[in-house]
T-cell receptor
Framework: GAGVSQSPSNKVTEKGKDVELRCDPI?????LYWYRQSLGQGLEFLIY????????KSGLPSDRFSAERTGGSVSTLTIQRTQQEDSAVYLC?????????????FGSGTRLTVV | QKEVEQNSGPLSVPEGAIASLNCTYS??????FFWYRQYSGKSPELIMS????GDKEDGRFTAQLNKASQYVSLLIRDSQPSDSATYLC?????????????FGTGTRLTIIP
């Protein structure tokens, strides 16, 4: 596609429920990143996929968070047993090869609210 | 010490003046540096990248890099109200070879008409 597509754009969920956030990167981009941004805060790295390599999961805040990337394209971030502190904007980004050289293109984000 | 530091602002600049945004980073081995603009309620947008010491100009924007001082800056000439946004500095820290960017917390810029 022309840009990074994320869905849903907004999600309100009850505490304790599971949620799935979807990211469809730019066609041909091999690197895919998930970050989150809490209100008034900076970008917090969550997970990074590069081609067929094992993902870098070093930023996942707890074992309630997981992500997968199928067929080197679409990625899903899953949060189990959501907590109020999970409320944030979840941003997906993609890039050609290594994004640390080329920079990222971000999607429009999913705003998650846990009530 | 934070890996990437920025003054949170807010920085207020009169319309038509030069806005100067600064960023320092901790890892001397860092190789690539980026400036992102984020409007309120929107996602970050890449506006500049710089890899070598010196200046890089693109329209009204100039990025400056000084690796010896571990310092990156962004100058916006002829500031416009539409430049009002939060500007994020991002650095490839090359820590352990991980290929991901580390972001500063951003500087909020307001252009006063």
């Amino acid at each position: 596609g022309a840009g990074v597509s994320q869905s849903p754009s907004n999600k309100v969920t009850e505490k304790g429920k599971d949620v799935e956030l979807r990211c469809d990167p730019i066609s041909g981009h091999t690197a895919l990143y998930w970050y989150r941004q809490s209100l008034g805060q900076g970008l917090e790295f969550l997970i990074y996929f590069q081609g067929n390599s094992a993902p870098d999961k070093s930023g996942l805040p707890s074992d309630r968070f997981s992500a997968e990337r199928t067929g080197g394209s679409v990625s899903t971030l899953t949060i189990q047993r959501t907590q109020q502190e999970d409320s944030a904007v979840y941003l997906c980004a993609s890039s050609l090869a290594s994004g640390s050289y080329y920079g990222y293109t971000f999607g429009s984000g999913t705003r998650l609210t846990v009530v | 010490q934070k890996e990437v530091e920025q003054n949170s602002g807010p920085l207020s600049v009169p319309e038509g003046a030069i806005a100067s945004l600064n960023c320092t980073y901790s890892d001397r081995g860092s190789q690539s540096f980026f400036w992102y603009r984020q409007y309120s309620g929107k996602s970050p947008e890449l506006i500049m990248s710089i890899y070598s010491n010196g200046d890089k100009e693109d329209g009204r924007f100039t990025a400056q890099l000084n690796k010896a001082s571990q310092y990156v800056s962004l100058l916006i000439r002829d500031s416009q109200p539409s430049d009002s946004a939060t500007y994020l500095c991002a650095v490839n820290p090359r820590v352990g070879g991980n290929e991901k960017l580390t972001f500063g917390t951003g500087t909020r810029l307001t252009i006063i008409p």
